[in-house]
């Protein structure tokens, strides 16, 4: 297995809902990275985990909250989001941290 | 990425080589990226280079590293209708996750 998966594809949620996107990757890779981007905006990196450890939170509102309950999942929990909160969630991972990455599709979120 | 940067957009006749170019500012960089995005779609990783490397080739994909110059481009050659999409070069330098420069489209007209 050599892919990173995402899930759902597509979510559409109110402001006042409470959602989570999850992410997956067999590889055995230690390092997985949640990124967030707007259209025709290159992606902005939100967190880093390193072997199941928070390492990077890129100053994100804590209406996202990361969790990384095994080396290959990966979720981001959502609440009382905000319509500018709409974007494309990637999901990443790389072997190490520094390593080439590998991105799943992504989850298109919009929020009403 | 306000430290990574490349120009917006690219038209190519099919058949013709592309050559997309990035700047980027840390010279601490370790490793530079090139990815692929279509439309809709996750960041299809296309090729890398370390940064004691001038060049890399990979098939039709040939990365051209100017350390002094902090200039970076990726040539396509015999580029094909199916290459149309947005480019993103990506830094890592050792501290942080990648830092992506804003994306060129690529247009590639038949």
């Known amino acids: 297995d050599t892919e990173v998966t995402q899930t759902p594809k597509h979510l559409v949620m109110g402001m006042t809902n409470k959602k989570s996107l999850k992410c997956e990757q067999h590889?055995?890779?230690?390092?997985m990275y949640w990124y967030k981007q707007k259209a025709k905006k290159p992606p902005e990196l939100m967190f880093v985990y390193s072997y199941e450890k928070l390492s990077i939170n890129e100053s994100v509102p804590s209406r996202f909250s990361p969790e990384c309950p095994n080396s290959s999942l990966l979720n981001l929990h959502l609440h009382a989001l905000q319509p500018e909160d709409s974007a494309l969630y990637l999901c990443a991972s790389s072997q190490e941290p520094g390593d080439e990455q590998f991105f799943g599709p992504g989850t298109r979120l919009t929020v009403l | 990425g306000e430290d990574v940067e490349q120009s917006l957009f690219l038209s190519v006749r099919e058949g013709d080589s592309s050559v997309i170019n990035c700047t980027y500012t840390?010279?601490?960089?370790?490793?530079l990226y090139w990815y692929k995005q279509e439309p809709g779609a996750g960041l299809q990783l296309l090729t890398y280079i370390f940064s004691n490397m001038d060049m890399k080739q990979d098939q039709r994909l040939t990365v051209l590293l100017n350390k002094k110059d902090k200039h970076l481009s990726l040539r396509i050659a015999d580029t094909q209708t199916g290459d149309s999409a947005i480019y993103f070069c990506a830094e890592y330098e050792g501290r942080r996750a990648l830092t992506f420069g804003s994306g060129t489209r690529l247009q590639v007209q038949p």
């Open positions: 840390d010279s601490s960089s370790t490793y």
């Open positions: 590889m055995g890779h230690r390092a």
